[in-house]
Nanobody, 126 residues
């Protein structure tokens, strides 16, 4: 059984940087895509970024382009989200997710991901 565990959240000030990590476990860990989603207080979960596991191609939602960088380490079964120039509106619980059978057009759809981490809180103060 595949499991995902996020870490790296915390309380930072606007303009600061933070790196989130997500490590997968399980012999059957073989995602096609890994994604990061977030849920802010009172809002719906939203897509943040995804990466194609095979070649590391990154994808971002517009609001984080130029500020966030997604990467992965296949040997460690890990995906990272480097966040810089953080804004108060980035405050949310961040979740990583993986899907073994996905296509590029579905990476922004949370329902297409089969495995989720427990989430890590990111709070950005102004």
């Amino acid at each position: 059984q595949v499991q995902l565990a996020e870490s790296g959240g915390g309380l930072v000030q606007a303009g600061d940087s933070l790196i989130l990590s997500c490590v997968g476990s399980g012999d059957s860990f073989s995602p096609r895509f890994m994604g990061w989603f977030r849920r802010a207080p009172g809002k719906e979960r939203e897509f943040v970024s995804a990466i194609r596991w095979s070649d590391g191609s990154p994808y971002y939602t517009d609001s984080v382009k130029g500020r966030f960088t997604i990467s992965r380490d296949k040997a460690k079964k890990a995906v990272y989200l480097q966040m810089s120039s953080l804004k108060p509106e980035d405050t949310a619980v961040y979740y990583c997710a993986g899907g073994p059978r996905m296509i590029l057009s579905s990476i922004r759809d949370a329902n297409q991901y089969s495995t989720w981490g427990q989430g890590t809180q990111v709070t950005v103060s102004s």
